[in-house]
């Protein structure tokens, strides 16, 4: 276990942090090479890791800046979810490809948005 002894944000002593923050955090107990950049810092107990989700998405067509082809079970694509960024597999219910539709509005150009609707 460490404790955090000091925590820098631009270059200024600060008493906090939140998701998402660029910081400098002193750390008593976890020697350097321990530590690399992007990891998690956390109380004990108040997050959980969590392996999978099942979400519904929607890819913008290609005249909206999106995929000009259809998405097929097993694709490996950049997943977003707030200040994270992994690499996940997209596996569809449907045996067949993801088709890529077009309509009006919603999402960044280029960017498929989803709503997660369960954690595992």
Known sequence: MATCTNIEK???VSESARSGDTCRVALRGIR???AERGLVLARPG???ARTGLEA???FPSQ???GRGTAVENGHRSQIHFRTAEVTGTIESKTPAPLRVEGRAGGGTPGRSTGLATSYS
Request: with cysteine; charged share 35%; hydrophobic share 15%.
């Open 10 to 12: 631009c270059s200024r």
């Open 63 to 65: 005249e909206e800046g």
């Open 32 to 34: 350097p090479e321990q």
């Open 56 to 58: 519904e998405v929607y």
């Open 46 to 48: 108040s997050i959980t």
